[in-house]
């Protein structure tokens, strides 16, 4: 009797229903849960306050943006390690017509093998088919390469870091910056200029200004509302040589993180250091792979307690960084550099570390093969699965780097060719694969310290060991 009078009074009530019907929807949009657009509703509209885009390309509701809780990655609540790749010269290649399909190329290639996360550079200063030919002027058919890149990524759901600027000359860099300053008349002496003169940093400042406001010319997404970017770093490889104590450019990181944030307070910020320790951490400097690594300006521990930078960062290369005799000990260093910086991120910084950058050479004479490289992947995955299994603070790593076939003739000698290389394609299939059950067995409150009965690692291909 109860419920036939409800209907009659809702029955009499038309205007009642239509206030609850539009209440609820609305309910349901803001929580994530329809599809459906409210009347003259745009894809704009439809992101929730974290900046998710909802279903509407057939990627699914699981695309949202990548968040940070505590030391993990989450996406929608649920633990995000990843295995991933660089191909920093996406953005070259995707300039030509001709070359444009590598960049799906390579995008297709990494998803098959379960890799989620590429780091490709978000900037090419000055020079041929720069995208900022000079401060704040765009090349727009550049541009639109790289919206080509990111529209891409999202086709194969892998996520992009994108670095803003490079320590290095290649693609200009802060010597680039620097050169734009002495032109207009400024009176710059270093290239570390960069972090401390008013007007470059302005530069800078513009820069991202313009980038993370981008819309997509291919999506109609605006660069800093696309889930697609896993997140921005503030630099490639940042060092300051010219001041060793490290103030300089943490006074610039300080000053930089804020800028960012208050453009896109939605996606995560890196620094894109290489991880070394300076004398902000005198009892860790015996870790760095030499001496100069620890007077270059950066601190590990110091850069990533800069306010508004949400992951440490750290590289990884042996091959180059310590001396010849040591080229038996490149696992071995692997592992160790890797526990020290999972365990700082852990105790010291509470947040996920990601090794954006590791490798070595199998090509350079007398430096090493791919035999001692497969060695040395194999170790390095072994330490990040060590923290993924305790669930801490190791997010994930990104091989140097994946390439496709075709353009071999711009190895630096790091290449991996998946489709040539199957022992190596094999084994980051493997680890995209550990990282993927570890991601679905439980919520990241847990720390894998629950038991899933009903789930066997054997349905899955690996046996219980590997895991």
Known sequence: MAMNKEKNTIATSPSLLFRCFLLLTIFLAINGRTNAALPGQTEQDMKNHTGRVRDLDGVGDEWGVVERQGNQFVVGGQPFYFNGFNTYWLLMLAVDQSTRG???????????????????????????????????????????????????????????????????????????????????????TSYDDFFSDPTVKGYYKAHVKVLLNRANTFTNITYKDDPTVFAWELMNEPRCPSDPSGDKLQEWIQEMAFHVKSIDSVHLLGTGTEGFYGPPSPGRLQLNPNTVAGQVGTDFIRNHKALGIDYASAHLYPDAWLPKSASNDYAQFATTWIQAHTDDADAALRMPVVFGEFGVSSSKAGRSNSTQRNTFIAAVYAAMLNSTKRGGSGGGCLLWQVFPEGTEYMDDGYAVVLTKAPNTSNMLALQSKRMQIFNSRCSWRCHWSCKKKNRTDHAVGLPRDEL
């Open 102 to 188: 590598k960049v799906s190329d390579v995008f297709r290639q990494a998803s098959s093998i379960g890799l989620t996360v590429c780091r490709t550079w978000a900037f090419n200063d000055g020079g041929w088919r720069a995208l900022q030919k000079s401060p704040s002027v765009y090349d727009e058919d550049v541009f639109k390469a790289f919206d080509f890149v990111l529209s891409e990524a999202r086709k194969y759901k892998i996520r992009l870091v994108l670095p803003l600027v490079n320590n290095w000359e290649s693609y200009g860099g802060k010597a680039q910056y620097v050169r734009w300053g002495i032109a207009s008349g400024l009176n710059l």
